[in-house]
């Protein structure tokens, strides 16, 4: 999966947060480098140093919580669009450990649905028709459908 295509799962406010969870996490590093630089001594190569540390501890953690909220906001978009409850899947992603959560999610996760046209309920991408009012579901005849026509060139 790309990355724009997973991106694109996520819901908009999670991505801000995600983004914002990982620019906190840089500057605190960068301020906790800063102060400890201070706090052990005056030493010229050491503020440099711990300001690299700091960059380094803020980066790896930032990056870390970003990726965990973005996976989360993937969960719950992907659960959305597959007529799944998305924060009953959510919270078990996030409270399972060991990543255990994720991967229960992933292996029993339904097919994507559309909405009816008539009354709007979830029909799976396999169903002709809708379960709730029995509407035939409109879809473009496939490419083995046409070749397949009377009359088509073989």
Known sequence: MKLRQFLSVVPKPVRIAACAVFCCAVLIGLVAGAVHGRLVGNNVALPVLESLVGKGIGLFFGSLAAIWLLC????????????????????????????????????????????????????????RFCAWCGCERISPPSTQTLSQAPGAPS
Not at 103 to 124: E, K, N, S
């Open 72 to 127: 989360l906001g993937y969960v719950y978009g992907d659960a959305q669009s597959r007529g799944m409850q998305p924060v009953l899947w959510m919270l078990v992603a996030l409270l399972v450990p060991n990543l255990l959560g994720f991967l229960l999610y992933f292996a029993l996760r339904r097919p994507i649905t559309i909405p009816c046209p008539q009354c709007g309920h979830a029909i799976a991408t396999d169903q």
